[in-house]
């Protein structure tokens, strides 16, 4: 793509979505592809879509990495394993 002209096709909507979604288009690509999903519905849905994955995915992030979200008796299990010395592991049965 030429600097400057922004994306033209459905194509090259989609190779610069993620640019768009991260405020990284400069204005006049911006306005190019601003342009390109008022007259394209299926790039409209597309970058609505790609959007709400990030969302969630970063909504299922931050609820995960939240330590009081999980429940006492899986910390407590797992705080058990760590004091708990390690196994060793014991040959196959079946090899020679």
């Known amino acids: 793509m030429t600097p400057g002209t922004g994306p033209r096709t459905c194509r090259e909507v989609v190779?610069?979505?993620?640019?768009?979604?991260?405020?990284?288009?400069?204005v006049?690509?911006?306005r190019v592809?601003?342009?390109?999903?008022?007259?394209?519905?299926?790039?409209?849905a597309y970058l609505r879509t790609y959007a709400d994955t990030i969302?969630?995915?970063?909504?299922?992030?931050?609820?995960?990495?939240?330590?009081?979200?999980?429940?006492e008796r899986f910390v407590r299990a797992i705080m058990e394993a760590l004091e708990r010395p390690p196994?060793?592991?014991r040959p196959n049965r079946g090899s020679t």
């Not at 592809?33 to 409209?44: I, L, T, V």
């Open 55 to 71: 969302r969630v995915a970063r909504d299922a992030h931050a609820e995960a990495a939240s330590p009081q979200n999980l429940p």
């Open 28 to 30: 006049d690509e911006r």
């Open 15 to 26: 190779d610069v979505i993620a640019d768009c979604v991260a405020g990284d288009l400069g």
């Open 87 to 89: 196994r060793t592991s």
């Open 33 to 44: 592809f601003e342009a390109h999903m008022a007259d394209c519905r299926e790039c409209a």
